[in-house]
């Protein structure tokens, strides 16, 4: 079966600029979230999804990011303005369920501010 | 709340010895506990996860790890180290529910 799928790779932006990242997760998982991890560090849960809807944000800097997940599917992740911390790897997964299910990851992308 | 705690940012075996990765985690109730690899410019890949049963979880690529409550510790091991196992390892706790808080990983360098 496909992987999730995420784009771009790799992006380079100034400060204060915006951004996006798509996540396409793996036909049929319900549950989607995003990761930042940053140099270092392990991936810190942005924001999770159930379906369409929000399970937990409650790490998601909503000064700045959004997410959406339109029709419980695709989801992208928004970021506006950017900081230079926000440099990181963003990564996406998804699962079938709950915790006790297996997340799948995708492949990140690896955001640099300038 | 949880978290973890992995020993050694940076462990180096040599070709076919054992691997022992630590882990050690912080919770007040039985918790899910994970292990996850990633590879260079990769996500994470599962290795193997413990949620109820058996304490010793076998994984994938001849990993395994045991759950000992009386230490709160999952330590990864692997009997003989292979060159394909250079990677990044991440241990993880999720405490009913909640969201996976991850440790800070350990880079695993193989000596040929």
């Known amino acids: 079966e496909a992987g999730v799928a995420q784009s771009p790779r790799y992006k380079i932006i100034e400060k204060r600029q915006s951004v996006a990242f798509w996540c396409n997760p793996i036909?049929?998982?319900?549950?989607l979230y995003w990761y930042q991890q940053i140099l270092g560090q392990g991936p810190k849960l942005l924001i999770q999804?159930?379906?369409?809807?929000?399970?937990?944000d409650s790490q998601l800097p909503k000064d700045r990011f959004s997410a959406e997940r339109l029709k419980g599917v695709d989801s992208t992740l928004k970021i506006q303005p950017a900081k230079l911390e926000d440099s990181a790897v963003y990564l996406c997964?998804?699962?079938?369920?709950?915790?006790?299910?297996?997340?799948?990851f995708g492949p990140g992308t690896r955001l640099t501010v300038l | 709340a949880q978290s973890v705690t992995q020993l050694g940012s940076h462990v180096s075996v040599s070709e076919g010895a054992l691997v022992l990765l630590r882990c050690n985690y912080s919770?007040?109730?039985?918790?899910?506990l994970f292990w996850y690899v990633q590879y260079p410019n990769q996500g994470l890949q599962l290795l193997l996860k413990?949620?109820?049963?058996?304490?010793l979880v076998k994984g994938i690529n001849g990993f395994e790890a045991e759950f000992k409550k009386s230490e709160t510790s999952f330590h990864l091991t692997k009997p003989s180290a292979h060159m394909s196992d250079a990677a990044e390892y991440f241990c993880?706790?999720?405490?009913?529910?909640?969201?996976?808080?991850f440790g800070t990983g350990t880079r695993l360098t193989i000596i040929p």
């Open positions: 997964a998804s699962s079938q369920g709950d915790l006790r299910n297996t997340q799948y």
């Open positions: 036909s049929g998982h319900a549950t």
């Open positions: 999804f159930q379906n369409n809807g929000v399970v937990d």
């Open positions: 919770s007040s109730v039985p918790p899910y």
């Open positions: 413990y949620t109820t049963g058996a304490t």
């Open positions: 993880a706790v999720s405490v009913g529910n909640e969201k996976l808080t």
